[in-house]
Protein backbone atom coordinates (compact mmCIF):
# COMPACT_ATOMS: atom_id res chain seq x y z
CA UNK A 1 0.00 0.00 0.00
CA UNK A 2 1.67 2.85 -1.58
CA UNK A 3 -0.72 5.73 0.45
CA UNK A 4 0.98 9.43 0.50
CA UNK A 5 4.02 9.62 -1.87
CA UNK A 6 6.53 12.56 -1.30
CA UNK A 7 9.31 13.31 -3.95
CA UNK A 8 11.92 14.15 -3.37
CA UNK A 9 12.89 13.17 0.41
CA UNK A 10 16.25 14.95 0.74
CA UNK A 11 17.11 18.49 -1.30
CA UNK A 12 19.50 21.20 -0.68
CA UNK A 13 18.64 24.70 -2.57
CA UNK A 14 20.44 27.72 -2.98
CA UNK A 15 19.08 31.32 -2.56
CA UNK A 16 16.68 32.25 -4.61
CA UNK A 17 16.31 29.46 -6.89
CA UNK A 18 12.71 27.42 -7.03
CA UNK A 19 11.50 24.39 -6.79
CA UNK A 20 8.05 21.74 -6.56
CA UNK A 21 7.77 18.81 -4.04
CA UNK A 22 5.60 16.47 -4.88
CA UNK A 23 2.99 14.75 -4.16
CA UNK A 24 0.57 11.49 -4.42
CA UNK A 25 -1.69 9.91 -2.92
CA UNK A 26 -3.57 6.59 -3.89
CA UNK A 27 -6.48 6.29 -1.45
CA UNK A 28 -9.10 8.57 -2.88
CA UNK A 29 -8.97 11.08 -0.76
CA UNK A 30 -10.76 14.65 -1.29
CA UNK A 31 -8.77 16.44 1.30
CA UNK A 32 -4.86 17.04 1.17
CA UNK A 33 -2.88 19.10 3.25
CA UNK A 34 1.34 20.73 3.08
CA UNK A 35 2.37 21.19 6.27
CA UNK A 36 6.42 22.19 7.44
CA UNK A 37 7.71 21.29 10.37
CA UNK A 38 10.51 23.68 11.90
CA UNK A 39 13.19 21.95 14.24
CA UNK A 40 11.49 20.96 17.31
CA UNK A 41 8.43 22.48 16.95
CA UNK A 42 5.16 21.12 15.61
CA UNK A 43 3.56 21.49 12.48
CA UNK A 44 2.46 24.28 10.34
CA UNK A 45 -0.47 24.26 7.55
CA UNK A 46 0.78 25.98 4.44
CA UNK A 47 -2.21 24.79 1.62
CA UNK A 48 -4.61 22.64 2.06
CA UNK A 49 -7.13 21.26 -0.69
CA UNK A 50 -10.87 20.13 -0.03
CA UNK A 51 -10.73 18.50 -3.62
CA UNK A 52 -9.44 18.58 -7.25
CA UNK A 53 -9.50 22.37 -8.20
CA UNK A 54 -9.82 23.89 -4.71
CA UNK A 55 -7.19 24.75 -2.85
CA UNK A 56 -6.61 27.32 0.28
CA UNK A 57 -4.18 29.17 2.54
CA UNK A 58 -3.02 27.91 6.02
CA UNK A 59 -2.02 29.70 8.66
CA UNK A 60 1.87 29.88 6.78
CA UNK A 61 1.47 30.28 2.79
CA UNK A 62 3.45 33.33 2.02
CA UNK A 63 6.38 31.85 -0.43
CA UNK A 64 4.27 28.54 -1.49
CA UNK A 65 2.08 27.74 -3.87
CA UNK A 66 0.06 24.79 -4.83
CA UNK A 67 -2.47 23.30 -7.60
CA UNK A 68 -4.73 20.24 -7.41
CA UNK A 69 -5.65 19.29 -11.20
CA UNK A 70 -5.93 15.81 -10.08
CA UNK A 71 -7.77 14.28 -7.37
CA UNK A 72 -4.13 12.26 -6.20
CA UNK A 73 -1.99 14.81 -6.77
CA UNK A 74 -0.95 18.13 -4.71
CA UNK A 75 2.85 19.41 -5.86
CA UNK A 76 3.75 22.30 -3.21
CA UNK A 77 6.16 24.81 -5.13
CA UNK A 78 8.45 26.95 -3.52
CA UNK A 79 9.48 30.23 -5.30
CA UNK A 80 12.46 31.99 -4.54
CA UNK A 81 13.68 30.03 -1.83
CA UNK A 82 14.99 31.93 1.07
CA UNK A 83 17.11 30.18 4.08
CA UNK A 84 13.90 30.86 6.45
CA UNK A 85 12.43 27.61 4.34
CA UNK A 86 14.77 25.29 5.74
CA UNK A 87 12.41 22.92 7.21
CA UNK A 88 10.62 19.11 7.08
CA UNK A 89 7.80 19.62 4.89
CA UNK A 90 4.38 16.72 4.95
CA UNK A 91 2.06 15.92 2.11
CA UNK A 92 -1.22 14.65 4.00
CA UNK A 93 -4.48 13.65 2.94
CA UNK A 94 -7.70 12.18 4.39
CA UNK A 95 -10.93 11.39 3.39
CA UNK A 96 -14.28 9.65 4.50
CA UNK A 97 -12.83 6.35 3.05
CA UNK A 98 -9.75 6.01 5.69
CA UNK A 99 -12.49 7.61 8.72
CA UNK A 100 -11.38 10.77 8.40
CA UNK A 101 -7.95 9.93 9.93
CA UNK A 102 -5.15 11.82 8.28
CA UNK A 103 -2.28 10.20 6.84
CA UNK A 104 1.22 11.61 6.10
CA UNK A 105 4.02 10.96 3.57
CA UNK A 106 7.47 10.24 4.97
CA UNK A 107 8.67 13.88 4.70
CA UNK A 108 10.60 16.17 3.01
CA UNK A 109 13.58 17.38 4.44
CA UNK A 110 14.86 20.84 2.52
CA UNK A 111 17.78 23.01 3.02
CA UNK A 112 18.03 26.71 1.77
CA UNK A 113 21.58 27.94 1.68
CA UNK B 1 -11.53 28.97 16.82
CA UNK B 2 -10.49 25.32 18.02
CA UNK B 3 -7.23 24.89 19.74
CA UNK B 4 -5.07 22.46 21.04
CA UNK B 5 -2.65 22.42 24.16
CA UNK B 6 -0.04 19.71 25.54
CA UNK B 7 1.20 20.91 28.06
CA UNK B 8 3.99 18.71 28.74
CA UNK B 9 7.20 19.50 26.29
CA UNK B 10 9.01 16.83 27.67
CA UNK B 11 8.11 13.20 30.37
CA UNK B 12 10.19 10.82 30.76
CA UNK B 13 9.24 6.87 31.49
CA UNK B 14 11.08 4.19 33.28
CA UNK B 15 10.87 0.95 30.50
CA UNK B 16 8.00 -1.32 31.67
CA UNK B 17 6.05 1.46 33.49
CA UNK B 18 2.92 3.27 32.79
CA UNK B 19 3.15 7.04 31.44
CA UNK B 20 0.32 9.56 30.67
CA UNK B 21 0.53 12.00 27.97
CA UNK B 22 -2.04 15.28 28.66
CA UNK B 23 -4.11 16.98 25.73
CA UNK B 24 -6.47 19.58 26.14
CA UNK B 25 -8.58 20.90 23.33
CA UNK B 26 -11.34 24.15 22.93
CA UNK B 27 -14.10 24.17 20.71
CA UNK B 28 -17.87 24.32 20.73
CA UNK B 29 -18.73 21.54 18.27
CA UNK B 30 -20.55 18.57 19.73
CA UNK B 31 -18.98 15.96 17.25
CA UNK B 32 -15.19 16.08 16.01
CA UNK B 33 -12.36 13.43 15.78
CA UNK B 34 -9.20 13.64 17.89
CA UNK B 35 -6.33 11.47 17.74
CA UNK B 36 -2.53 10.68 19.00
CA UNK B 37 0.37 10.54 16.26
CA UNK B 38 4.05 9.04 17.26
CA UNK B 39 6.75 11.02 15.45
CA UNK B 40 9.70 9.04 15.52
CA UNK B 41 13.26 10.69 14.99
CA UNK B 42 12.57 9.32 11.09
CA UNK B 43 10.19 12.16 11.32
CA UNK B 44 7.74 10.09 9.68
CA UNK B 45 4.26 10.81 11.61
CA UNK B 46 2.40 7.54 12.75
CA UNK B 47 -1.09 7.37 13.87
CA UNK B 48 -1.18 5.97 17.14
CA UNK B 49 -5.25 5.62 18.40
CA UNK B 50 -8.36 7.65 17.27
CA UNK B 51 -11.06 8.98 19.06
CA UNK B 52 -14.72 9.98 17.70
CA UNK B 53 -16.62 12.18 19.93
CA UNK B 54 -19.54 10.67 19.45
CA UNK B 55 -18.71 7.36 21.57
CA UNK B 56 -17.99 7.46 25.36
CA UNK B 57 -16.21 4.35 24.93
CA UNK B 58 -12.33 5.00 25.18
CA UNK B 59 -10.56 3.72 22.42
CA UNK B 60 -7.21 1.76 23.11
CA UNK B 61 -4.81 -0.08 20.79
CA UNK B 62 -3.05 -2.63 22.22
CA UNK B 63 -0.69 -1.05 24.98
CA UNK B 64 -2.12 2.43 24.24
CA UNK B 65 -5.19 3.62 25.59
CA UNK B 66 -6.92 7.14 25.78
CA UNK B 67 -8.95 8.94 28.90
CA UNK B 68 -11.39 10.65 26.44
CA UNK B 69 -13.50 13.17 29.00
CA UNK B 70 -15.54 15.28 26.78
CA UNK B 71 -17.12 17.33 29.20
CA UNK B 72 -13.86 18.31 30.43
CA UNK B 73 -12.48 18.44 26.51
CA UNK B 74 -9.45 16.52 27.89
CA UNK B 75 -7.87 13.73 25.73
CA UNK B 76 -4.85 12.23 27.56
CA UNK B 77 -2.84 8.88 25.93
CA UNK B 78 -1.72 6.50 28.45
CA UNK B 79 1.35 3.73 26.96
CA UNK B 80 1.56 0.90 29.33
CA UNK B 81 4.50 -1.31 29.53
CA UNK B 82 6.71 1.44 27.94
CA UNK B 83 9.18 -0.14 25.53
CA UNK B 84 12.41 1.81 24.67
CA UNK B 85 10.84 2.07 20.75
CA UNK B 86 8.05 4.63 22.31
CA UNK B 87 10.44 7.14 22.59
CA UNK B 88 9.36 9.58 20.03
CA UNK B 89 7.54 13.10 20.10
CA UNK B 90 3.43 12.69 20.60
CA UNK B 91 0.90 15.21 18.91
CA UNK B 92 -2.52 15.69 19.71
CA UNK B 93 -4.53 16.76 16.83
CA UNK B 94 -8.63 17.48 16.36
CA UNK B 95 -10.52 17.99 13.88
CA UNK B 96 -13.89 18.67 13.24
CA UNK B 97 -16.62 16.75 11.39
CA UNK B 98 -17.78 20.25 9.52
CA UNK B 99 -16.82 23.34 8.13
CA UNK B 100 -12.73 23.49 6.63
CA UNK B 101 -11.68 20.14 7.34
CA UNK B 102 -8.67 21.19 8.45
CA UNK B 103 -6.52 19.38 11.40
CA UNK B 104 -5.43 20.82 14.51
CA UNK B 105 -2.37 19.71 16.35
CA UNK B 106 -0.58 20.61 19.92
CA UNK B 107 2.88 21.13 19.98
CA UNK B 108 3.81 18.23 20.98
CA UNK B 109 5.27 16.00 23.61
CA UNK B 110 8.51 14.39 23.79
CA UNK B 111 8.54 11.13 25.54
CA UNK B 112 11.96 9.95 26.88
CA UNK B 113 11.94 5.56 27.88
CA UNK B 114 14.83 5.15 30.37
CA UNK B 115 16.16 1.44 30.34
Known amino acids: NAGVTQTPKFRILKIGQSMTLQCAQD?????MYWYRQDPGMGLKLIYY???????DKGEVPNGYNVSRSTTEDFPLRLELAAPSQTSVYFC????????????FGEGSWLTVV | AQTVTQSQPEMSVQEAETVTLSCTYD???????LFWYKQPPSRQMILVIR??????QNATENRFSVNFQKAAKSFSLKISDSQLGDAAMYFC????????????FGTGTRLKVLA
Open chain 2, 27 to 33: TSESDYY
Open chain 1, 92 to 103: ASSGSSSGNTIY
Open chain 1, 27 to 31: MNHNY
Open chain 2, 51 to 56: QEAYKQ
Open chain 2, 93 to 104: AYRTTSGTYKYI
Open chain 1, 49 to 55: SVGAGIT
